[in-house]
């Protein structure tokens, strides 16, 4: 079946200008975690959505950064007033339950702020 | 702070042979995990060992765990071209949420 889509591929935008990134998890899935790839770096957890219940928001760099997950599948990531070192590849990952240790990742967007 | 440090940062190997991986994290875990990424993009899950297993088999993969060290290795052997990408373990805490934890990452190149 389909994988985890992320769109755009790539955005550039220029500094003070708000982005919205879209996430489609596997059909099923649960769970969905937003990560931040900055160049050469590893993994940062942003935000973490199950079923109905509270998200994690512990990961948010900032109040500019929010995001919203719309009847329990598709999510939006929105980066407010966007700073140069907003720019990363921002990850999107599902899973078929918060417990499932397996997690399935997009391609990625990959965010230029100039 | 990252949970997980992994070394070395860069590895370069002739294909054939066998490349091994090293990641440390400081706190205690449920399990531990090991991805790839290709160029950038996306991770591809590996493999998995929980706290109570010490080794474990996949294909040309080994992963071994010293909960005792906090440190798990990757090992991949008969290295192939296909094999070049960035090696990640990431952790998922006992206590916390249902996030992973990533390491660093290891860049592994198979030369032909």
């Known amino acids: 079946g389909a994988g985890v889509s992320q769109s755009p591929s790539n955005k550039v935008t220029e500094k003070g200008k708000d982005v919205e990134l879209r996430c489609d998890p596997i059909s099923g899935h649960t769970a969905l975690y937003w990560y931040r790839q900055s160049l050469g770096q590893g993994l940062e957890f942003l935000i973490y959505f199950q079923g109905n219940s509270a998200p994690d928001k512990s990961g948010l760099p900032s109040d500019r950064f929010s995001a919203e997950r719309t009847g329990g599948s598709v999510s939006t990531l929105t980066i407010q007033r966007t700073q140069q070192e907003d720019s990363a590849v921002y990850l999107c990952?599902?899973?078929?339950?918060?417990?499932?240790?397996?997690?399935?990742f997009g391609p990625g967007t990959r965010l230029l702020v100039l | 702070s990252q949970q997980g440090e992994e070394d070395p940062q860069a590895l370069s190997i002739q294909e054939g042979e066998n490349a091994t991986m090293n990641c440390s994290y400081k706190?205690?875990?449920?399990?531990l995990q090991w991805y790839r990424q290709n160029s950038g993009r996306g991770l591809v899950h590996l493999i998995l060992i929980r706290s109570n297993e010490r080794e474990k088999h996949s294909g040309r993969l080994r992963v071994t765990l010293d909960t005792s060290k906090k440190s798990s290795s990757l090992l991949i052997t008969a290295s192939r071209a296909a094999d070049t990408a960035s090696y990640f373990c990431a952790t998922r805490l006992i206590q916390g949420a249902q996030k992973l934890v990533f390491g660093q990452g290891t860049r592994l190149t198979i030369n032909p």
């Open positions: 706190t205690s875990i449920n399990n």
């Open positions: 990952a599902s899973s078929l339950s918060g417990g499932s240790e397996t997690q399935y």
